[in-house]
């Protein structure tokens, strides 16, 4: 069972479906392979401890961090600053939370990238905090996202969702 605390309120959720693992997984490949050929940072997938306030502790499905700023993730396993992007893998449990509740935080934290993967809908999203919101990145003419943040990573979200059928 998953353990979260959002504004000092207990989630608890069952684990991840066999789609959500897959996806984690193909995400965390694209990721591992960008992060890994620039050297500019290093993917984690759950379960992490991210506090990013007293009554709030998440365990985002994937975290992405800088090089320079490996240090906030602290060798007792828990991270304790924004990470530079944060992935969540929408289920029918977590829906709403990710899309409302942990959207929020999120920007309210800093966190400077929300991807969010939906599986019904084999979309991925990633979105960049501009001031206080996040808006969404557009595809460019490949149906390709980039990430804002490291200039390394661009996906294609055909692969993302890649051996679901």
């Known amino acids: 069972m998953r353990r979260e605390v959002l504004g000092g309120e207990l989630f608890v959720n069952p684990a991840p479906r066999r789609v959500h693992q897959e ?40 975290v992405v961090i800088h090089k ?25 449990t977590t829906r709403a939370i990710d899309l409302v509740r942990k959207m929020a935080l ?16 084999r979309i991925l999203v990633i979105n960049w905090l501009q001031g206080e919101d996040y808006i969404a990145v557009e595809p460019d003419d490949d149906g390709w996202v980039a990430s804002p943040t490291f200039s390394a990573i661009r996906v294609d979200p055909s692969e993302v969702f890649s051996g679901l059928d």
């Open 23 to 62: 996806i984690v997984a193909n995400l965390d490949w694209i990721l591992q392979r960008s992060l890994r050929a620039s050297g500019s940072g290093r993917v984690y997938t759950h379960p992490v401890d991210l506090y990013l306030g007293r009554h709030d502790i998440v365990q985002p499905d994937l």
């Open 68 to 92: 320079e700023r490996l240090g906030i993730y602290r060798p007792e396993g828990i991270i304790d600053q924004p990470p530079d992007i944060v992935v969540e893998i929408l289920s029918p």
């Open 106 to 121: 999120y920007a309210r934290s800093g966190v400077p990238e929300y991807w969010v993967a939906d599986p019904e809908r």
